[in-house]
């Protein structure tokens, strides 16, 4: 083992790592673009690395190994991949000359080629990040591919700062896996394990010799349920460590364990040979006395401040778990109970929000000081007193303060009955939507955005800042809507959108028209790669004063015979992509957004839209880890959708696109929403979930998306066509819809009218074949 020190007294399991203005993403995306090369954006990330580790020193992180080497050019399990050689055979040879996975090979992983499609991307745990899924086979090798972390702990270490390098856990990186292509139909990527340490083993060994003291081996999966049996999952954990703990000069180890409470596999971890254990005792409950006993002789870094959501920490609570730990007899420090890559950095640079608001908020920076905070309560319970009694003053303010609990809408929501949440039977409503659409065979549509251009987000910008009037700006954005009806009518797509110029974002645009919450200016937080998201905060309870939708799609409704789709964001999308209170239980949160939707609905209708989408791309994001929290959660999901669609005519065809999820897990609920068309991603899975929709005899409409809007490649129509015709296999085709896998708006116009005219082609090719 290397050098032997105590883990800090106080630390965070991970930092936001796109910079303080996303210059993590800029220096990116130049980078793509050819702007920059390679060593300028080597260096933007040095500096970003430096800034991170400044602020966290200034903030009071100065021990050995407090501040989380937690940088990554675009993903942490990427990150993994690349280090241990983990390439999908379909990719070829990625490796340089020297052996190594460069930059250039990093990226090809996460974006594809013009041949090949990328790494599929899903939801990382209850998160809105998105993390890429590993392929591994029997066929797959595992090498020491790159040394990126060890540079990355030497660059620091060289400009005075001794970070905790990071690497997602062999056991959690092997369960997200998924079976490569070329992998038999009963194969487990945990069976790989053991060609897996070696590599695990070689760069801690490495790590050591940069002088590292401490490594965090990340294990979030070994909170939630797998599909592989415990015992298997316990007999990995206790090998991996075995084998990791007897690496030639390792750092001490760190495993951390966010998202919730390890359970059974708690005792394993507390057998292992490593020197410190992180639980989630936010999320997670205390362990109990007897488990508690186990890990004597380990320390025990209490994730005690929530890493997932802003509000500020109840500190007394906090304390006397804290105390509980302590008063066990064990080592105890302080940490966050995930990493705050999932929170903005600062919450004073908010200074367009209220003070009564921002004193309810604590943003990553604002976590470091919580933590620190508690740190020294652990040492001398006086010296915490007075922020203890601040943070509870403010927690009791928070409840009475204005639009917290408005009376008239918790009388609305009493009043519901089961009527309210329920439509016709779907014959009933399928036969008057045929007379009332007439649409053909595989009607063609899009997710609703297209590309949202430099002159569109500079108009936004200029009306923001009273550059230009509200007439002006209106008239800008009919423009954009115009040209996209126009284009839409000469692709000849079916059901056509207005292509959303005037949205900047599909949830923070109705969070800026409800009651109840309030958005930011600098609360960037990464969502996958280069891609960053301004969570709204969702503080009070939700009404809608007026029409927020209406004239948009009116307007786009004039200018075509065709049917054009409403668009709205779905209530339980809206609560997973915000910020939500932490003061009521969820159900009836989104319970309010449903009711603000369904008058919103009810707009719509009397304006003529006959079709109206209402998205969930989310619903599969928030179903909790433990199987048995899960009914309820998809109770009230699946009923707040309800809630908010039940109102429609049976002429009205309600259609909801979900992306980016495991399906087969919520078929049922999908089932549930009981929408007339579900849109789902299909393409980077390469049509997999029509097999979990046939399983399920799926009864009505669904559109499996064929083009991959992700990635900057362009699909053919030979590729399209292809996977219309797996999708014909497997689903009734009077049931199939075309149309991408998600809205278009990050993408360019050129790839994107390319893209979509070959969609089309395909179809009606597909349809000639049908006919």
Not at 190 to 201: F, H, I, K, Q, T
Not at 358 to 366: E, G, P, T
Not at 425 to 432: D, G, K, M, V
């Amino acid at each position: 083992m290397s050098k032997n020190t105590a883990f800090p007294s106080a630390s965070l399991l991970g930092y936001p790592r796109i910079g303080r203005r996303r210059e993590l993403k800029k220096a990116i995306e130049g980078f793509w673009a050819n702007k920059i090369d390679a060593t300028e954006l080597d260096a933007a990330a040095k500096e970003i690395q430096l800034g991170t580790a400044r602020r966290l020193t200034e903030l009071g992180l100065n021990e050995a190994a407090a501040i989380p080497g937690t940088f990554s050019y675009y993903d942490q399990v990427l990150d993994a991949i690349t280090h241990i050689g983990a390439v999908p055979a379909r990719f070829g040879e990625l490796r340089n000359a020297d052996g190594q996975l460069d930059i250039n090979a990093y990226f090809t992983l996460a974006r594809g080629t013009v041949e090949q499609q990328p790494l599929e991307m899903t939801k990382w745990f209850d998160t809105n990040y998105h993390y890429l899924v590993p392929e591994i086979g029997p066929e797959t090798t595992f090498s020491l591919t790159s040394t990126r972390v060890v540079e990355q702990f030497e660059y620091a270490l060289a400009n005075g700062f001794e970070t905790r390098p990071y690497l997602v856990g062999p056991v959690t990186f092997l369960l997200l896996s998924k079976a490569s292509d070329e992998a038999p139909a009963d194969f487990n990527p945990l069976s790989r394990l053991e060609e897996v340490l070696p590599v695990y083993a070689e760069l801690l060994s490495r790590l050591g010799a940069a002088g590292a003291s401490w490594i965090q081996l990340d294990e979030p999966a070994l909170v939630a349920d797998q599909d592989v049996p415990v015992a298997e999952i316990q007999a990995a954990v206790a090998r991996s460590y075995e084998v990791l703990g007897a690496a030639a000069g390792r750092p001490q180890i760190l495993v951390s364990t966010p998202f919730g409470a390890l359970s059974e596999l708690l005792p394993t971890l507390a057998g292992a040979p490593i020197e410190a254990l992180h639980i989630d005792a936010f999320k997670g409950a205390v362990p109990s006395a007897e488990e508690l006993a186990l890990l004597a002789g380990k320390t025990v870094v209490a994730g005690v401040v929530d890493g997932h959501n802003i509000w500020i920490n109840d500190l007394a609570e906090s304390a006397a778990r804290l105390d509980i730990l302590k008063a066990a007899g064990l080592a105890v420090t302080v940490s966050t109970s995930t990493s705050t890559q999932h929170v903005p950095q600062d919450v004073t640079e908010e200074t367009q929000l209220s003070e009564e608001l921002r004193s309810w908020l604590a943003f990553a920076d604002q976590k470091v000081t919580e933590v620190v905070t508690l740190a020294a309560h652990l040492v001398d319970p006086a010296s915490s007193a007075v922020a203890i009694c601040e943070a509870s003053a403010v927690i009791a303010s928070r409840a009475v303060a204005a639009g917290v609990k408005r009376p008239e809408v918790r009388a609305r929501l009493a009043a519901l009955t089961p009527a309210d949440f329920n439509r016709s039977n779907f014959a009933i409503r399928e036969a008057a939507q045929d007379e009332a659409l007439a649409l053909p065979p595989l009607p063609t549509t899009t997710i609703g955005s297209f590309p949202q251009t430099g002159e569109i987000r500079s108009a936004r910008a200029r009306a923001n800042k009273g550059a230009i009037t509200a007439d002006e700006y209106t008239t800008l954005m009919k423009e954009e809507i115009k040209r996209v009806v126009e284009l839409q009518e000469e692709l000849d797509f079916d059901v056509l959108v207005h292509g959303e110029p005037e949205r900047n974002d599909m949830v923070q645009y109705f969070a800026e028209n409800l009651e109840g919450f309030n958005v930011t200016v600098h609360g960037w937080v990464q969502s996958y790669g280069s891609r960053c998201t301004r969570p709204s905060i969702l503080w009070g309870d939700v009404t809608r004063e007026k029409a927020i939708t209406v004239e948009w799609a009116e307007y786009a409704q004039s200018l075509t015979n065709k049917p054009m789709k409403g668009m709205l964001t779905g209530p339980v999308t809206i609560l997973a992509w915000s910020f939500v209170r932490d003061d009521q239980p969820l159900g009836d949160t989104a319970n309010q957004v449903g009711l603000a939707l369904r008058d919103e609905i009810a707009d719509l209708e009397a304006a003529g839209i006959k079709i109206i989408q209402v998205d969930e791309p989310a619903l599969r994001e928030l179903l909790p880890l433990r199987r048995a929290d899960q009914p309820a959660y998809l109770d009230w999901s699946v009923n707040s959708f309800r809630l908010s669609t039940a109102g429609a005519a049976d002429a009205t065809q309600i259609h909801t696109h979900l992306c980016y999820s495991e399906f087969g897990v919520i078929i049922d609920a999908i089932d549930g929403l009981d929408a007339d068309v579900t849109s789902i991603e299909a393409a980077r899975s390469r049509m997999e979930v029509v097999n979990d929709l046939e399983n399920h005899g799926f009864g009505r409409g669904v559109g499996p998306g064929v083009y991959d809007i992700h990635s900057p490649r362009v699909p053919g129509a030979a590729e399209v066509s292809e996977l219309l015709g797996t999708a014909v296999k497997h689903v009734p085709a009077r049931q199939l819809w075309v149309n991408p896998d998600c809205g278009l708006k990050t993408r360019g116009y050129a790839e994107t009218e390319e893209s979509l005219r070959n969609l089309v082609q395909a179809t009606k090719e597909v349809r000639a074949q049908l006919v």
